[in-house]
């Protein structure tokens, strides 16, 4: 059974960091693309950043420069390294693998999602 497992998610103070880990179980995604979206409440899933097997990366305009995305393929695992976070940042985050760059719609598997709070 595939599984991905989100943790790191908290409350934090505008400004301060999290960094937001993706546990993947089942079978091994070294070679797609795994990336990172949020949802915040009343509002639809968005993309925040994707990483390729290449390690090529993309990322929102708005996060660019605060977030980085990683993997470590050889753990299994993605990252998501949020710094200077802001207020607008708060959502529910999601990892998901083996898709297209930013269509959440192509993605085959989901995280069930870990909550970060950023306080003002």
């Known amino acids: 059974q595939v599984r991905l497992v989100e943790s790191g998610g908290g409350l934090v103070q505008a400004g301060g960091s999290l960094r937001l880990s993706c546990a993947a179980s089942?079978?091994?995604?070294?070679?797609?693309?795994m990336a990172w979206f949020r949802q915040a409440p009343g509002k639809e899933r968005r993309f925040v950043a994707a990483?390729?097997?290449?390690?090529?990366?993309d990322y929102l305009d708005s996060v660019k420069g605060r977030f980085t995305v990683s993997r470590d393929s050889a753990k299994g695992t993605e990252y998501l390294q949020m710094n200077s976070l802001k207020p607008e940042d708060t959502a529910v985050y999601y990892c998901?693998?083996?898709?297209?760059?930013?269509?959440?719609?192509?993605?085959?598997?989901w995280g069930q999602g870990t909550q970060v709070t950023v306080s003002s």
């Open positions: 990483i390729n097997w290449d390690g090529s990366t």
């Open positions: 089942g079978r091994t995604f070294s070679s797609v693309a």
């Open positions: 998901a693998a083996a898709g297209i760059g930013r269509n959440a719609g192509s993605y085959n598997y």
